[in-house]
């Protein structure tokens, strides 16, 4: 069982950044992809980036791409999804996930292990 840890949402003006963390309780040797999504009220869970703890490969959704950044801290066991330039249109619930294969991509059930949520709110 893979636990997973978000933090780091808020409220933020349009324009201004966010530092979203999940913590987790896989060992950085597992050859998983750990990914974020969001949902905003009444819309689907949506893709937003995903990285493997091996290697580090990325993948984005071509929407957020030049704006949203994601990283991991194997020290730390951390993934980190750097926000910037954010938008009324990015207040959403943003979730982490974990998938356990080296795979990058962003079907989202395919993930097997899912965080909480953290609430992010742009305002305009």
């Known amino acids: 069982q893979v636990q997973l840890v978000e933090s780091g949402g808020g409220l933020v003006q349009a324009g201004g950044s966010l530092r979203l963390s999940c913590a987790t309780s896989a060992r950085t040797s597992s050859r998983y992809t750990m990914g974020w999504f969001r949902q905003a009220p009444g819309k689907e869970r949506e893709f937003v980036a995903a990285?493997?703890?091996?290697?580090?490969?990325?993948v984005y959704a071509d929407s957020l791409k030049g704006r949203f950044t994601i990283s991991r801290d194997n020290a730390k066991k951390t993934v980190i999804l750097q926000m910037n330039n954010l938008k009324p249109e990015d207040t959403a619930v943003y979730y982490c996930?974990?998938?356990?294969?080296?795979?990058?991509?962003?079907?989202?059930?395919?993930?097997?292990?899912w965080g909480q949520g953290t609430q992010v709110t742009v305002s305009s």
């Open positions: 996930a974990a998938e356990t294969s080296p795979s990058l991509h962003g079907i989202a059930r395919s993930y097997d292990y």
């Open positions: 990285i493997t703890w091996i290697g580090g490969a990325t």
